[in-house]
């Protein structure tokens, strides 16, 4: 904690710092248990430009994946990728206008579809007249070992191999779009960590989930792959996530990667044997009201994550050590108490320093980060937000 606060002394909080040698460290930590792959960055996990940047310039790392197509048209034309995949459909009517008049843009940008559907939405918001469309469609990746089970993320209707050829053999018959690749991302390996602290019981059933889930993925994937590939040319086979590298990248029929909340460290990847991310990104918070000697009441903080509400979703105390929150407030909309040891050393304007529990969305809080690096804020630098970019 003296680091930190030594070097944001002129700073007055809240604000967010990235620490660029843990961000540096878990970016080729990433590259490394990605063992050759390439890996696309997923820019959600991020939200901020220069970072994007500078993971781009590091080995391992090669275009993104985005979450909207008017972020990708953003990042397009500010130059920071012309290898970029919209990783959910879009039904944006003026992006897809915008996307349709700039043939620059169409050569680098790919949409993710699940369904003719999809195609029809297109052709209705732009015409015929354009650019060919490059379309990926989305595997289902979860997992389905009984009629009626679905343990994973509920995303693509594509799941069997017959139904992926089916679209596929649609899409390759449709004028005005041309099929670049396929994803399929495995987001109960991928997104839930394997040891969770204190729970041996679901860690124990989660591993069992996992290994069952990837060798099932891992078989039907490969099917997918040798199918479409027998009716076309594929530029690209994404999978994966940070929490599967590993596994992901010893399938022969992925040719890429994605990865992003690595880079950051965030609290909810704090439960994986196979790997442990530093953390990268903190928010400190000041001490506004000592209500009595074992509470410190913080200034903001009420910034929790997107997903089931629980208390893995609130930001965690990180520094100094053996703070915790207070179970009937939390983290609040304008304060936060803290309780433990080391509240009662802290004085009116000291700094605690907190970790988000997701990647990506402390950056829609904050409208600047400040990178620090050795002893020194390097740079400060805007978020998504601090541009003025919002594309939730």
């Known amino acids: 904690m003296l680091r930190l606060d030594t070097i944001t002394g002129e700073l007055d ?13 878990n970016a080729a930590d990433l590259a490394r248990r990605a063992a050759g792959r390439p890996i ?5 996990s991020v939200r901020c430009r220069e970072l994007l940047r ?5 080995p391992g790392f090669a275009g993104l994946m985005c979450y909207t197509l008017a972020e990708a048209l953003w990042l397009h034309r500010e130059g920071l990728s012309d290898d970029i995949l919209v990783a959910y459909p879009t039904v944006d009517r003026g992006a897809l206008r915008a996307l349709a008049a700039d043939p620059a843009a169409a050569a680098a940008i790919a ?42 993320a509920h995303r693509s209707p594509l799941h069997s191999v017959e139904q992926v050829r089916r679209v596929a053999g649609l899409v390759l018959r449709r004028r005005g779009f041309r099929l670049v690749g396929l994803m399929a991302y495995e987001g109960q390996i991928a997104g839930l960590g394997d040891a969770p602290t204190g729970r041996p019981l679901r860690a124990a ?31 690209f086979v994404n999978g994966g996530g940070t929490g599967s590298l590993e596994r992901t990248a010893a399938e022969p029929a992925v040719t890429e990667l ?12 704090d439960g994986y044997r196979s790997f442990r991310p530093r953390p990268a990104v903190l928010f400190a918070l000041p001490v506004v009201h000592r209500p009595s000697s074992r509470i410190a009441t913080l200034f903001g903080g009420g910034y929790p994550a ?32 803290v309780v433990g040891n080391a509240a009662r050393g ?7 320093w907190f970790r988000h529990a997701k990647a990506g969305e402390l950056a829609e809080r904050f409208a600047h980060y400040h990178l620090v690096t050795g002893d020194r804020v390097a740079a400060t630098v805007p978020t998504y937000r601090g541009e003025g970019k919002s594309f939730g």
Do not use: Y
């Open 13 to 25: 909080p809240p604000f967010a710092v990235v620490d660029l040698d843990a961000f540096d460290h």
């Open 40 to 44: 696309r960055v997923a820019t959600k």
């Open 54 to 58: 500078r993971t781009l310039r590091l």
């Open 111 to 152: 949409l993710v579809v699940d369904s003719v559907e999809h195609l029809d939405l297109i052709d209705r918001a732009v015409g015929p007249n354009r650019p060919d469309i490059r379309l990926c469609l989305e595997v289902d990746a979860s997992w389905r070992p009984l009629r009626g089970l679905h343990v994973g």
């Open 205 to 235: 059933a989660l591993r069992w989930m996992q290994r069952r889930s990837a060798a099932e993925l891992a078989e039907r994937r490969a099917a997918v792959v040798r199918a479409v590939r027998s009716m076309t040319e594929l530029e």
């Open 258 to 269: 994605a990865a992003g909340s690595g880079l950051i460290g965030p609290t909810l990847f």
């Open 306 to 337: 997107s997903g089931p509400p629980g208390a893995d979703r609130v930001p965690t105390p990180w520094l100094p050590a053996g703070l915790r929150l207070i179970a009937t407030e939390s983290a609040g909309e304008v304060q936060t108490p």
């Open 346 to 352: 802290l004085h009116l304007g000291d700094r605690v």
